[in-house]
């Protein structure tokens, strides 16, 4: 089972400590129904009782998944697409599993075709359980600890694919690289906590700009990267002044009675279709120098 590009990125709004909770209930949810799948064959074989919730018409609200699930915040069931089919194919599982309990307690014949469709309903739902997690175990391990932003493992590897399918749509991307300005300085004054809550600061001033395909990389100490696919030139230069000024105007608090501000230098590079992403990289970093020499808190493209 494969993941939704778009799906992945709309996790990028949820914590490392949300995605660790997710992750954790649904591999227990993988052991549990294991328990519970031994239970089932019990009470189909050897006539041990059934359960009474495992006959009731909404027998996935009983399980231990199924009361997590239905308190998962709408908003988040909307960050991937596997939520809603993870919820329907758990109740259908559920449903089947009924009907099975039902021909058994009732001391009637269970047809093979109700059995192999029962089957394959509890296959599909661990592999979405698997691919869930999976995909949040992935998100979360390339994630900077700090900030949250994604970090550089594969970041090579998603801009070539995001260059793949502008390609094929004939669609423009950019890239920007951002720096900010005399962050040195900041950690030799205030100290590295102090530098830490200014990158927390940032990233989060830039994630607040980004549309949901969109994609921010930490590239560095002070350094990162953003992704604008199906964006043209002068759509990068509008987002990157809106984003230098937004940046300008934060009051960071560091823990002393005095917020400090920063700012930023940028660079674009666009990537046509006979680029090559380093290259593109490169122009972009090029770029960001450029607005540093020209006198920093400014955006320069290539």
């Known amino acids: 089972m494969t993941s939704n590009s778009k799906g992945s990125k709309g996790l990028n709004t949820l914590s490392n400590k949300q995605l660790e909770r997710i992750i954790a209930e649904i591999d227990q949810a993988i052991e549990w129904h294991q ?9 189909l074989i050897s006539n ?27 908003d988040t069931k909307k960050l991937h697409p596997h939520f809603s089919e993870m919820g329907t194919a758990h109740q259908k599982m559920h449903q089947g599993a009924k009907v099975l309990l039902s021909l058994n307690e009732a001391k009637s014949a269970i047809p093979v075709s109700l059995l192999d469709q029962f089957h ?3 296959d599909t739902l661990r592999d979405l359980f698997e691919a869930v997690s999976d995909e949040f175990s992935d998100v979360l391990h390339t994630r900077d600890p700090l900030t949250g932003a994604t970090d550089r493992t594969n970041l090579l590897s998603h801009l070539r694919k995001e ?6 749509h004939s669609l423009e991307c950019e890239i920007i690289m951002i720096d900010l300005d005399h962050f040195k300085r900041v950690n030799d004054e205030h100290g590295h906590a102090a530098g830490d ?3 927390v600061a940032l990233v989060k001033c830039i994630q607040s700009h980004l549309r ?5 990389y930490r590239y560095g100490g002070e350094e990162f990267l953003v992704c604008l696919p199906e964006t043209e030139l002068e759509g990068a ?8 000024a937004s940046v300008e105007e934060l009051n960071i608090n560091i823990g002393t009675n005095t917020p400090i501000n920063v700012t930023g230098s940028f660079g674009i590079a666009s990537v046509s279709v006979n680029d090559d992403i380093e290259q593109a990289i490169e122009r972009a970093d090029h770029a960001m120098y450029q607005a540093k020499k020209s006198g920093r808190n400014r955006v320069c493209v290539t």
């Not at 328990?35 to 009470?43: E, G, I, T």
């Not at 260059?163 to 094929?168: D, I, M, N, T």
């Not at 230069?237 to 230098?244: D, G, M, T, V």
Request: aromatic share 14%.
């Open 120 to 122: 394959a309903d509890l």
């Open 197 to 199: 809550k200014v990158l």
């Open 48 to 74: 041990v009782p059934a359960n009474k919730h495992d006959l009731s018409d909404n027998a996935h609200t009983f399980c231990e998944f199924g009361q997590w699930f239905n308190k998962l915040p709408t």
């Open 237 to 244: 230069k509008s987002f990157s002044e809106r984003l230098r």
């Open 163 to 168: 260059h793949e399918r502008c390609k094929r």
């Open 35 to 43: 328990s519970w799948y031994k239970q089932l064959l019990r009470s």
């Open 212 to 216: 949901e395909y969109d994609q921010l």
